[in-house]
């Protein structure tokens, strides 16, 4: 097993396709909690945190003792959709949990287990409810690359200059600064019969842009577009892939902005565990599917029903849980305001644990990205031009361990904005026009950390 300790074999073997290998290019080996280990044993504090998937941490130990007791007791494995004890217990904890203090209610469809199958799936059954074609998504948005989500999502680099028909782009709210009312803009164009632009069976939207670069939908505005929606015969999906299961403080992203959504998106975290599992919540009035209208061999995942059944349990019984992410988001926030002042124009997006601060430049945020996974951190960009480093730490992440890994963060852009010369990288895209320069400035602020050398994480993990 020599090779194991080499990246020989995966660029040998492995397609060009592979992305985030190349910023962290160690071989992984272990996990737990909010540490990730290499083959040499080193440790890396998770900040990415299988971008989203793991909002509970690493290989929670309930979540894993619930997992191997079904396995070793030959627990289904692979269901189909038939009916299952584990599926009806997760069932009921979601509906005891999670729906019914919200007072929601909205039938539960397994769909494929990736968030752009189910957001197909949504986009699918909108057009069957509605008679209509049409889907309205946002600049900046991002919903899966399978051909539906994909025409939905809008980084061109994604959708790869193929004709994707079916969906009309609107502007996000701030697109245009603060100037234009969006709301209004589409209101306009869905009113005037010989705007181009035909009704909508769905209005599809995130509530924070988590891939486009963590902008963040008001209120106000998500209150609008909802009644924009209604108003025009649109369903309102909100797609809560990356923003749900607790990452922006409660468990759905949309909970205090006093809107029902026709359906929402949910996968990566969902499963607690990082096992692949999707569902679209339906309000009942639009649950019009035929049976397995919309199918697919692993529309349930056993093993996942397992693992979700623990982290509603274990972290949804009631508001604690929400009011620790509550302080985590406060802490994070503080560090990235200092951090801030270390590079000209940089700005904080995002809320809750899904936060992050535009650098104004992707090799910029590259560069410190990378020299952050070097001094033990593990953590992401997102935005168009990947100029936002995007925090997506687990919410269950030490309090110690959270402000050592924003400590590494603050170190690295120091350091980095005190450098001038260009390094060779291997990109993870192909920057050309999504491309942005590195912008150094003549001084440095004068509260701006000394670099650090090396690090090796010995803190404990929950």
């Keep these: 097993m020599k090779f194991l300790s080499k990246t020989s074999v995966f660029h040998k073997l492995e397609s060009e396709v592979r992305g985030y290998c190349r910023r962290f290019d160690a071989v992984f080996t272990t996990a737990n909690g909010s540490i990730i280990r290499d083959i040499d044993g080193r440790e890396y504090i998770d900040f990415l945190a299988a971008c989203g998937a793991l909002n509970y941490g690493h290989n929670d ?31 009921d904890r979601f509906n005891g949990l999670i729906l019914e ?7 539960v469809q397994f769909t494929g287990p990736t968030g752009t199958n189910a957001v197909e799936a949504a986009m699918k059954l909108s057009r069957k409810v509605t008679g209509r074609t049409n889907i309205v998504a946002f600049t900046n948005s991002f919903h899966g690359v399978s051909m539906g ?21 609107a502007p996000y709210e701030g697109y245009f600064g603060p100037g234009l009312d969006t709301v209004g803009y589409l209101d306009q164009l869905l009113s005037d019969p010989s705007s181009g632009i035909d009704l909508p069976a769905a209005i599809l939207l995130e509530t924070v842009q988590g891939e486009g670069g963590l902008n963040v939908a008001s209120r106000s505005w998500i209150q609008r577009m909802a009644a924009l929606a209604k108003a025009h015969g649109a369903l309102l999906i909100i797609d809560d892939v990356q923003a749900g299961c607790g990452r922006t403080g409660k468990f759905f992203s949309f909970e205090e902005m006093e809107i029902v959504p026709d359906l929402v998106v949910l996968s990566k975290s969902i499963s607690g565990f990082g096992l692949p599992m999707a569902i679209v919540l339906v309000k009942p009035e639009f649950d019009l599917w035929e ?32 009011r620790r992410i509550a302080d985590r988001a406060s802490i994070v926030t503080t560090y990235l ?14 809320r809750g644990m899904l936060q992050g601060i535009s650098m104004g430049s992707g090799d910029l945020a590259d560069k ?20 936002v480093i995007k925090i ?44 942005g320069s590195l912008r150094v400035p003549e001084s440095i602020p004068a509260n701006a950390a000394e670099p650090g050398g090396p690090l090796r994480i010995t803190a404990s993990v929950d």
């Design 61 to 91: 130990p309930d979540m894993a003792a619930a997992l191997v007791t079904h396995i070793t007791a030959n627990g289904i494995a692979a269901g189909l959709d038939l009916f299952s004890a584990v599926k009806a217990e997760f069932l």
């Design 368 to 387: 410190i990205c990378r020299l952050c996974f070097k001094k033990g951190l593990m953590i992401e960009t997102a935005g168009a031009h990947d100029e």
């Design 101 to 107: 203090p919200r007072g929601l209610d909205y039938r």
């Design 392 to 435: 997506m730490a687990p919410l269950t992440t030490p309090v110690n361990l959270l402000k050592k890994g924003l400590e590494i963060l603050q170190e690295a852009t120091s350091e980095v904005m005190r450098r001038s010369q260009p390094a060779t990288i291997d990109p993870i895209h192909p920057k050309g026009e999504e491309g």
């Design 291 to 322: 049976p397995a209208e919309h199918n697919g061999t692993f529309r349930g995942n056993s093993h996942a029903f397992v693992t979700s059944r623990v982290a509603l349990e274990k972290f949804w019984c009631d508001s604690r849980f929400s």
């Design 149 to 169: 989500a994909l025409a939905a999502t809008g980084n061109r680099h994604h959708r790869m200059g193929m004709l994707l028909p079916g969906v009309s782009r």
């Design 337 to 350: 305001r200092h951090i801030s002042n270390l590079v000209p124009e940089a700005g904080l997006k995002g």
